[in-house]
């Protein structure tokens, strides 16, 4: 099986939709999906993950199923250099602050840290990753502790239109390592695709390995620069955003 990671195009938050950028990222998608021969559509409720499934599904007449455990993990914690201001999420957090404690590295011992636990973030993830576990074991594969049953081995296409923070979630249940890995090192811009595949080495067993993230090719076919959301300033002091 299969799994198609998208995350929505450029967003406007405050009418929570997609810029005008981000709509030519949408349509840009199309051609890039039309070839997938996706089996399902999952979608956030999500208006700028609505708005950039729409392009796709309009051009294949299809309809994506919606999933409210795949709106974005935008759970507010207290950032430790912010004195008391709660607008922030997990991986919008400086390096030099959230290394100083290896527990955060760890696949168990990340919920642990005192600003996580203040927040419950690890219960709240175990309800999203429980959610994604029925649904894969919907479509043929059921987790057992940290492999999966190939109950029902397929070649499906499943494709979620989705969030940074949120797809990061499911790579970091599906790869058994701490959130805070992939929030803090790894990026999907804006109407990017992480494809993800099974790998059943035994008869019966199978693991989820990530064959690209991130993955905007669809923009350089197009000659289109890419947004820059879901990224820091490359130089500090350049212009782009640094908090």
Not at 84 to 89: E, K, M
Not at 156 to 178: E, Q, Y
Not at 192 to 204: I, K, Q
Request: glycine letters at 6%; aromatic letters at 10%; proline letters at 6%.
């Amino acid at each position: 099986m299969r799994l198609l990671i998208i995350r929505h195009g450029d967003p406007d938050y405050e009418h929570n939709d997609l810029t005008p950028a981000g709509k030519v990222e949408a349509e840009l998608l199309v051609p890039r999906l039309q070839r997938e021969e996706i089996t399902e559509f999952y979608s956030s409720p999500l208006g700028r993950a609505k708005a950039t499934a729409r392009p796709t599904l309009e051009a294949l007449g299809r309809t994506a199923t919606e999933q409210d455990w795949l709106r974005e993990f935008s759970i507010r914690i207290l950032r430790p250099d912010k004195n008391g201001d709660y607008s922030f999420v997990p991986w919008d957090w400086l390096p030099a602050d959230w290394l100083q404690d290896p527990r955060l590295l760890d696949r168990e011992r990340w919920r642990e840290n005192e600003i996580m636990a203040a927040e419950d973030v690890g219960r709240k993830y175990d309800r999203v990753t429980a959610e994604f576990d029925k649904l894969l074991e919907a479509h043929g594969y059921r987790r057992n502790e940290l492999l999966y049953d190939a109950v029902q081995p397929n070649a499906d296409t499943l494709a979620f239109f989705c969030h940074f923070g949120l797809g990061c979630v499911l790579l970091s249940h599906l790869m058994n390592c701490s959130p805070m890995v992939l929030w803090q090192g790894m990026c999907m811009p804006p109407s990017s695709v992480t494809t993800v595949y099974t790998e059943e080495r035994r008869p019966g067993t199978a693991v989820f390995r990530t064959l690209s993230m991130g993955d905007i090719s669809h923009l350089y076919a197009a000659q289109v620069q890419p947004t820059f959301a879901a990224r820091f300033c490359e130089v500090y002091g350049d212009g782009s955003r640094i908090d």
